[in-house]
């Protein structure tokens, strides 16, 4: 395996890594360039062993009779290869999906299930240099997608419009959870971002010049470790029809529910629904009062 920078005169082109589809497109493209390589390697094995490659498996970095120990490794398989010479790749039928050309605007309904010009060249580089290259091909299926949902608890003071987040409640159907702390960790990230989107990050521009005037993180005021509230990530999973063993993917899904579920929150502590974000003290005092609902006492959860 060979990690470069991206570079778009040497490396495979993709499709954007947007809209949470890293994962579940990239995922499955390599997936099936490794079932790529391993129909070469059982064929190879097949010559190599004397034997059928239905009588043959791939493990551990060998390929070896079933049920039997031992067999060939890979490097030595890969040293026996000789260059392909057809470069279509390896895909399955739940892999073929509309696809959308850019340059013409139109949709194909079914799409020819080749590699890309830049993917060919790469391929032909590296079989230059000898062994074995896989190659998969996945076009994006628009049904699949990943859902969320979350909950927040607030605490509201009714005296001063204050709001603290005490807990949020996050939870994803990923469709096949590949990598448990990675996605975790992007529940976490996603769901902080969308704190800040509702509670302290706003955009304020001169109403003269229109210039913003907290264009510093410092006066734009992201969410710091002290405004962290208890975090409960919760991952479901329904794994789709598509995507590398059913990966739907995650992505930007967590910094989507914050915000509504602390106005929710709040509406629910308050009975005053506030209409703009961020949640900022002086906007939710400014709404308690118009609701006549500011008192002095105890706060309300």
Not at 28 to 39: G, S
Not at 40 to 57: N, Y
Request: glycine content about 10%; charged content about 25%; hydrophobic content about 40%.
């Amino acid at each position: 395996m060979r990690v470069t920078w991206a570079d778009t005169d040497r490396d495979a082109w993709t499709f954007v890594t947007d809209a949470s589809r890293s994962c579940h497109c990239d995922g499955k493209a390599a997936y099936n360039a490794a079932k790529d390589c391993v129909r070469q390697l059982l064929a190879l094995g097949a010559k190599h062993l004397a034997a059928t490659e239905a009588d043959l498996e791939v493990r551990a970095g060998m390929v070896g009779r079933r049920g039997e120990s031992g067999g060939v490794d890979f490097r030595t398989l890969a040293r026996l290869a000789e260059p392909r010479t057809e470069l279509r790749p390896y895909w399955e039928p739940a892999d073929q999906n509309p696809y959308l050309d850019q340059a013409t605007g139109k949709t194909d309904p079914k799409p020819e299930m080749v590699v890309t010009a830049s993917t060919e060249a790469l391929a032909k580089r590296l079989l230059a240099e000898g062994g074995i290259v896989g190659l998969g091909r996945y076009v994006f299926d628009l049904t699949t997608n990943a859902w969320g949902s979350c909950f927040a608890e607030v605490e509201v003071d009714m005296r001063t419009g204050q709001v603290d987040v005490l807990r949020l409640v996050v939870a994803h159907e990923v469709g096949r959870v590949l990598y448990p702390a990675g996605a975790e960790g992007q529940i976490h990230g996603g769901a902080v971002q969308g704190l800040g989107y509702a509670m302290t990050e706003d955009l304020v521009l001169d109403r003269q010049s229109r210039i913003p005037v907290n264009a510093s993180y410092h006066e734009y005021r992201p969410p710091t470790s002290l405004d962290y509230p208890e975090m409960v990530p919760i991952l479901i999973e329904a794994p789709g029809k598509s995507g590398p063993f059913g990966a739907k993917g995650l992505g930007e899904s967590p910094i989507m529910g914050p915000a509504p579920a602390i106005g929710n929150a709040i509406f629910n502590a308050t009975g005053v629904l506030i209409p703009e974000l961020p949640y900022s003290w002086d906007r939710v005092h400014d709404a308690l009062k118009a609701a006549g609902k500011l008192v002095t006492g105890e706060k309300l959860t």
